[in-house]
């Protein structure tokens, strides 16, 4: 089945650094990935689609500027948190989307705790 | 837009009993997909069962079923058997099947099931 692998799964850093994440489609190419973020006991909020090739599209209230996208090839799509703050500290999930009509495939997550 | 709403925060059940988990969803569209998915404690969203909003029949998937009425746009997950293991986050979503959407998911906010030995 289509596989979407997500790095790192945990990542601590401190308040003014960058963090980047991966989300790779491993037996698939993916046109379109999502990025998602979840706190505690919640739901999956999305933060923005991401199109290989071109510029992603944020939901509204999501800093574009803060979470840096880039999709630059069909397997690999990749969400930059920077100058992070502690209020960034969630976890982080990416999902693509498999070729027509079927369901999205998730990465494990990334939790990320900001110092 | 769309909405989902799951009404119910949290439920429990006895293992091998029969647990109904309730969503409704609000949309002037007409074709359109809609999914449960499970996170149990790994965090890992795994896809329990889906339903294409043109089929009439209920979709099943072992011991999950839904049932799917679209006028009413609800749509609950049945688990028969409750196992161990079913103990997770239970997460309702909407997709548009519209070109436009680009198949973003909007998702409930979710019912926590427990099961009980």
């Known amino acids: 089945g289509a596989v979407v692998s997500q790095h790192p799964s945990r990542v601590i850093c401190k308040s003014g650094t960058s963090v980047k994440i991966e989300c790779r489609s491993l037996?698939?190419?993916?046109?379109?990935m999502f990025w998602y973020r979840q706190f505690p006991k919640k739901s999956l909020m999305l933060m923005a689609t991401?199109?290989?090739?071109?510029?992603?599209?944020?939901e509204q209230g999501v800093e574009k500027d803060k979470f840096l996208i880039n999709h630059a090839s069909l397997t690999l799509s990749t969400l930059t948190v920077t100058s992070a703050h502690p209020e960034d500290s969630s976890f982080y999930i990416c999902s693509a989307r498999y070729p027509y009509n079927s369901p999205l495939h998730f990465g494990n997550g990334t939790r990320l705790t900001v110092t | 837009a769309q909405t989902v709403t799951q009404s119910q925060p949290e439920m429990s059940v006895q293992e091998a009993e029969t647990v109904t988990l309730s969503c409704t969803y609000d949309?002037?569209?007409?074709?359109?997909?809609l999914f449960w998915y499970k996170q149990p404690p790994s965090r890992q969203m795994i896809l329990v069962i889906r339903q294409e909003a043109y089929k009439q029949q209920n979709a099943t998937e072992n011991r999950f079923s839904v049932n799917f009425q679209k006028a009413a746009k609800s749509f609950s997950l049945k688990i028969s058997d409750s196992q161990l293991g079913d103990t997770a986050m239970y997460f309702c979503a909407f997709r548009s099947n519209s070109g436009g959407s680009n198949y973003k998911l909007t998702f409930g906010k979710g019912t926590l099931l427990t099961v009980n030995p």
């Open positions: 991401s199109n290989e090739g071109s510029k992603a599209t944020y």
């Open positions: 949309t002037s569209e007409n074709n359109y997909y």
């Open positions: 037996d698939f190419q993916a046109t379109t």
